[in-house]
Nanobody, 124 residues
Framework: QVQLVESGGGLVQAGGSLRLSCAAS????????MGWFRQAPGKEREFVAA????????SYKDSVKGRFTISRDNALNTVYLQMNSLKPEDTAVYLC?????????????????WGQGTQVTVSS
């Protein structure tokens, strides 16, 4: 059974930082590209960042470029999202997802497995 478990969310002031982690089990982690998405109340789920199987390719939503960094450790079956210079508009539930593909993709329909999410709240 595939499980993706996010952690690291919380409440932070604007300008602060958080590091999210997503631990995967039940799948061959290194065979999956990994992505982070977010969903705010009343809004659609949106792409945040993705990383390829080996970590050599990454992609980001324009509004987080230069502030967020996605990385992975295939030995630990874990993907990370380092979030710096956080803004109130970054407030959302952040979910990680696994995509059996080469490269990276930004649309949610491509992803095969999803975690339950972790709440990130940025106060102004």
């Amino acid at each position: 059974q595939v499980q993706l478990v996010e952690s690291g969310g919380g409440l932070v002031q604007a300008g602060g930082s958080l590091r999210l982690s997503c631990a995967a089990s039940g799948l061959t982690f290194s065979s999956y590209a990994m992505g982070w998405f977010r969903q705010a109340p009343g809004k659609e789920r949106e792409f945040v960042a993705a990383i390829s199987r080996g970590g050599g390719s990454t992609s980001y939503k324009d509004s987080v470029k230069g502030r967020f960094t996605i990385s992975r450790d295939n030995a630990l079956n874990t993907v990370y999202l380092q979030m710096n210079s956080l803004k109130p508009e970054d407030t959302a539930v952040y979910l990680c997802a696994a995509d059996w593909t080469y490269g990276t993709r930004s649309y949610a329909e491509a992803y095969d497995y999803w975690g339950q999410g972790t709440q990130v709240t940025v106060s102004s």
